[in-house]
């Protein structure tokens, strides 16, 4: 299997959805699908996604732009059923489940916050499959803080809630990694990914963390780049001279080490990533919200373009990413997406597994 990504085209192909399981093919499902950054990453490594869930329109409506061929329930997962929604077997089910009570910069509230309570579906679902059809692999997603926070009762919950639904894991099949030091892009975005095996189909859980060379091999880009000065931007996405923000980010830049770097407006003020990064990107950008970065061209002071976000998150730069919604949805969208190149490279291993070579 070749790990070289595979172009996506517009819309990204998943030419095996729908056609029967092959043991070459194999297949996934998607909850908490988002606008498919996991997905993405499951199909450059050869996955055919067969079906993916998420309660937001917008996210739904671009999975399907994205994908058409997969079928898509829009549909709060409290009300998600396998049977009632056609939730076929598949050999992966994968989650990036929501992160804001487990996150450093969130309330920390974890399984109190209702948001983060939602993780408990995951393993409900998984329990609605027969024992001998359920997917082999479940990969999740979420931030780093999880494995540690509240003396690490949080990930003990999770561990206890996927052994119960009949899975193998435990911290040693976690993968706590960076874009920056994982991939050749230049972000700096901690990620956590969870990769928990049937005790149906392996004798243990065989998944290892992907191997990132030591030697610096891979090395991310400096972010200039990744984007496009040599061109004026949507005049939407410049600040005007006399606006409050623009005077802030202006005196940061003047201040700061390069003007060619990206520079973040915070709450109450300016925060300049140095290195030749960008800082990790959110759903808050392009809404007037706090994370929200700025670069300085030759036309003026502006937020980083779509097309520039979207690349810093891993997805090809040829895809038309987004059918006809609101441009702060689509931001929000991309500040939510699990990194692509992140999600191959664990995609990829799970692939390797699903060979045969640790099967009962």
Not at 43 to 61: M, N
Not at 72 to 95: C, G, W
Not at 177 to 187: G, S
Not at 254 to 269: C, F, M, P, T, V
Request: proline share 6%; charged share 25%.
């Amino acid at each position: 299997m070749d790990k070289t990504a595979i172009n996506e085209t517009q819309p990204i192909s998943n030419d095996n959805c729908g056609s029967v399981q092959s043991q070459d093919v194999p297949t996934a499902g998607c909850l908490f699908s988002g606008m498919g950054g996991l997905a993405s990453g499951l199909v450059r490594a050869g996955f055919a996604i067969r079906w993916a869930s998420d309660c937001d329109q917008f996210a739904c409506d671009t999975f399907r732009h994205r994908l058409p061929n997969v079928s898509v329930v829009e549909k709060d997962v409290k009300k998600l059923s396998v049977t009632k929604d056609s939730l076929t077997n598949v050999d992966v089910v994968a989650a990036g489940f929501p992160c804001q009570s487990f996150s450093m910069a969130g309330n920390r509230k974890g399984f109190k916050d209702p948001r983060g309570r939602l993780f408990f579906e995951i393993p409900r679902l998984l329990a609605e499959f027969e024992s001998n059809e359920r997917p082999r692999l479940v990969v999740l997603e979420n931030v780093p803080h999880l494995l540690h926070g509240a003396d690490k009762s949080w990930f003990d919950e999770i561990r206890r809630a996927l052994r119960r639904a009949g899975y193998w894991f435990r911290e040693e099949s976690c993968w706590t990694v960076n874009v920056k030091d994982a991939t050749e892009l230049p972000q700096d975005r901690e990620r956590l990914f969870m990769v928990a095996a049937s005790r149906q189909h392996f004798r243990y859980n065989p998944f290892k963390p992907p191997i990132v060379p030591s030697d610096k091999a891979i090395k991310p880009g400096h972010v200039d780049d990744f984007i496009d000065r040599n061109q004026p931007a949507d005049a939407q996405a410049y600040l005007p001279e006399e606006n409050r923000y623009y005077k802030m980010i202006n005196a940061a830049m003047i201040a700061g080490e390069s003007d060619k770097n990206i520079y973040q407006l915070r709450r109450s003020y300016v925060r300049e990533k140095k290195h030749g990064l960008c800082p990790t990107l959110t759903a808050n950008m392009g809404i007037g919200g706090h994370n929200v970065p700025f670069v300085r061209d030759a036309w003026g002071i502006r937020r980083l373009s779509i097309e520039e976000v979207a690349v810093l998150q891993g997805f090809d730069a040829d895809e038309i990413l987004f059918p006809e919604i609101p441009t702060q949805k689509q931001y929000r969208l991309l500040g939510n997406a699990v990194c692509v190149q992140l999600a191959h490279l664990v995609a990829y291993e799970c692939a390797a597994i699903l060979k045969g070579e640790y099967l009962k």
